[in-house]
């Protein structure tokens, strides 16, 4: 039997079938609109993924050499996505003003797959319906001047709470040093601190007062959550490498959903409890989901009342 021919053979077939691969993905239409032009040296199957792998310097300093070299709007293809990056400030004004419609899209990914209900979040659900009803919900609602001073009084309790908080913290530690001076010195991750004083504010704002089992555990599920949320994911890139899930990230991804959505059932079952006993001035936006969606008002996308709710109030 010849060895190196059948080798050669074998070599030559796998060359073809990823060019194959390549052209079905990545082929182009010779009567296609011109595209942006796109960035140099793309190698097959990963596209520019080599030119963003680097250890040492910051992503947005590579793009910033790269819009040096291309000029100030340039495309890249990241595995099977493209993209386009925009260095320019009057482009940019452009893109999200005169083409703001065409721009509105959102990529579909893994993580807003479980994090958002299957895209029915508000920032994570592609420009449609559902994305213009909870839009109008949240700009009337949440984003309002007139409900920003209502929930002041949400931002100055988070805010004493802090203050006191720390101050305990430094108590206990004079007590620890059986020392009556107030010389004692206690040493406080502040970046810790002040992830929980933004997590304050943003549980009173969303669902109000919160028990302090559900507090702790509610912190810790949204760290995992938002961890996971930026996550670079192998099968975003490369959809037919998904079912390997390399790194693991789409397991924890499930998991953590599953942890966010049982707090969020459990916050949920709560808030129809309290339905109707709370005043106007006392409703969060929990609250004034549930009455949107429960005063007639259809499911939109084929989403129930409960899953936009607890979605929109995820993310």
Sequence with gaps: MNFPLTAAAVLAATFLVL???????????KNA????????????????????????????????????????????????????????????????????????????????????????????????PLWREIRKVVVLELLSNRCSDALRRVRESASEKFVHDIFRAWLTARKKDLSESDDVFVTLDMKEWYWKLVMGVLFGILFGEMHEEDWSGAVATVKKFFSLMGAQVVGDYLPWLRWMDIGGYEKEMKGAAKEMDNLMERLLQKHKSEKGVKSKEEEDFMDTLLCHFDCGKETVNGFDADTLVKATCTY
């Design 19 to 29: 060019v194959f691969i390549h052209n079905i993905f990545f082929r182009r239409s």
């Design 33 to 128: 609109v011109p595209k942006v032009p796109a960035a140099g040296f793309a190698l097959p199957i990963i596209g520019h993924f080599h030119l963003l792998a680097s250890n040492e310097r910051p992503a947005h300093r590579i793009l910033a050499d790269m819009a040096d070299k291309y000029g100030p709007i340039f495309r890249l293809r990241l595995g099977a996505r493209e993209l386009v990056v925009v260095s320019d400030s009057r482009i940019a004004k452009e893109c999200l003003t005169v083409h703001d419609a065409a721009l509105s899209g959102r990529p579909k990914a893994i993580s807003s797959e479980h994090f958002g209900s299957n895209y029915a979040s508000f920032a994570l659900a592609p420009a449609g």
